[in-house]
């Protein structure tokens, strides 16, 4: 595949420890799914039967691992001797321009996690595809809230601008982040037996507590906030 047709996203820790470690995520531009280097090995917990949540589409007789899980194996063993607290200085380097923050393991792995759990091949995660060629790494409730909010409106314009019915309400949207919340829960229980400490599930708490946050967003109707922040546009 052409390096034009692939979308790369480099994550450097440096720990205090002397550790240093990069993470290179390759991404199909046309499917936004990640490419795998090689089919290796993968540990027995990763195999769909063991890892399976309850809402999954995938069929252990064709899918013999978790995609999901697989894009965890080599966080966990790298990580698994440390706290979700402990500092690292974390470089992202981007298509068109670099991130650098000193910032907890925690909010890295956090970050990091956003790509590849998107596009691993979940079902319940790649509805999230759309999101990807914008990803901002280290983003705050609200820059996250912005992207998910405005992707998911300009996709209904485009809808009804189709001939197809547009989710206005963004009904739809409350499921897909319903969904994301039980498949977070799910793994955050299936990982905690595989770690002695816990970088990993705090991780995926922060990309939980965001499911919750847009859920509750929407469902209450907050929309004071937009409107004065959106008062020329309307």
């Known amino acids: 595949m052409a390096e034009k047709d692939i979308l790369k996203y480099s994550y450097t820790f440096k720990l205090k420890s002397g550790l240093e470690k990069t993470f290179v995520v390759s991404v199909d531009k046309s499917s936004l799914s990640i490419i795998y280097k090689n089919n290796g090995s993968f540990p027995e917990w990763t195999k769909l039967q063991n890892f399976k949540c309850r809402h999954c589409e995938l069929d252990p007789k064709i899918h013999e691992y978790c995609p999901l899980a697989i894009n965890l194996v080599d966080i966990i063993q790298t990580f698994q001797e440390y706290n979700s607290f402990d500092e690292a200085e974390i470089t992202v380097e981007t298509e068109n321009r670099n991130y650098s923050k000193t910032t907890s393991i925690q909010s890295g792995v956090s970050s990091m996690l956003g790509i590849r759990m998107v596009t691993s091949g979940c079902p319940v995660m790649g509805k999230l595809k759309p999101l990807i060629p914008t990803h901002l790494p280290f983003a705050s409730l609200e820059e996250t809230e912005m992207r998910v909010l405005s ?25 897909i982040y319903e969904d994301i919340r039980i498949l977070n829960h799910n793994v955050s229980k299936k990982i905690a037996d595989l770690e002695k400490k816990d970088v990993s599930i705090n991780s995926l708490i922060v990309l939980n507590n965001f499911a919750d946050y847009v859920t509750f967003t929407l469902d209450e109707k907050m929309l004071d906030d937009f409107e004065t922040q959106f008062k020329e546009f309307m």
């Open 151 to 175: 992707s998911y409106l300009l996709a209904q314009y485009v809808k009804w601008k189709r001939g197809g019915e547009a989710d206005w309400e963004m009904t739809n949207l409350i499921n």
